[in-house]
């Protein structure tokens, strides 16, 4: 459930080390050379971090209190299928990036954040078995998520195109850690209120080894999606044009 969050923190760090015409004018540009490019990734990505309640529409990044996400889909080898629809994503604002590496000669990002603080609410249609929980209803779901930590791994690879370089990434890798997680699903049970309520109690007792059992295809969903946004932008821009410093 933390695919919003993921999703939008990797884009912000790719942006900063653009060098897109659109670029906006109060977030300082990283050089790749710097040698306190650490310190000018983190600096620019909480810079932009700040403009979450206005949006930002040089990356077509909208208003982010809350983030509203269209879709989120799990599907785990079609014992268990679940869709969340209108989802709104409450205080991404309050991300931390405890850490930023990147490695141009391999090639190599990594990220590790920490987000004090994750409200999901959505509509949501679940069906089948998770656990020992047969599951099937909708209707709307509230989820809280508390001390989020993160580390991401992103690899790419260079390629040519038209005698220009530019930079595919084909692979993350996540190791994620959630301190506590409490969720409801109102409708779990239409014509049975106290058996959606217990349900819901069950849940939450067990909602440690429910998100263990749910990490592929969790995880899944987070790359094929962080990926796909990636190389919309990085299509579009050599590394010429992409980083300062570039040969």
């Avoid at 050089?31 to 600096?43: E, G, H, P, R, V």
């Avoid at 209120?193 to 429910?210: A, G, R, V």
């Amino acid at each position: 459930m933390m695919v919003p969050g993921i999703v939008v923190l990797v884009f912000l760090l790719l942006c900063v080390t653009g060098n897109s015409k659109r670029f906006p004018s109060y977030i300082k540009k990283c050089s790749q050379s710097d040698s306190n490019a650490k310190l000018c990734y983190i600096k620019a990505v909480n810079e932009i971090r700040d403009h979450f309640n206005s949006g930002i529409p040089e990356f077509g990044l909208p208003p982010m209190d809350p983030l509203v996400v269209p879709e989120i889909s799990l599907d785990s080898n079609d014992s268990f299928k679940a869709s969340f629809k209108n989802v709104k994503i409450y205080h991404l604002n309050e991300l931390k990036i405890e850490d930023i590496s990147v490695n141009w000669n391999d090639n190599v990002v990594k990220i590790k954040l920490q987000l004090p603080h994750l409200r999901m609410t959505s509509d949501y249609s679940l069906q089948g078995k998770i656990l020992f929980l047969q599951l099937q209803g909708e209707g709307k779901a509230d989820g809280n998520f508390t001390d989020i930590e993160a580390d991401i791994k992103l690899q790419a690879q260079r390629y040519k195109k038209e005698s220009k370089e530019y930079l595919k990434f084909v692979t993350m890798e996540i190791n994620e850690k959630l301190h506590q997680s409490v969720f409801r699903f109102e409708g779990l049970f239409k014509n049975n209120p106290e058996l959606t309520e217990q349900t819901n109690k069950i849940i939450n007792e067990n909602i440690d080894d429910i998100l263990e059992e749910l990490r592929p295809p969790i995880h899944s969903v987070i790359s094929k999606t962080v990926l796909g946004l990636i190389s919309r932008l990085f299509e579009k821009f050599s590394t010429q044009e992409l980083f300062l410093n570039s040969s």
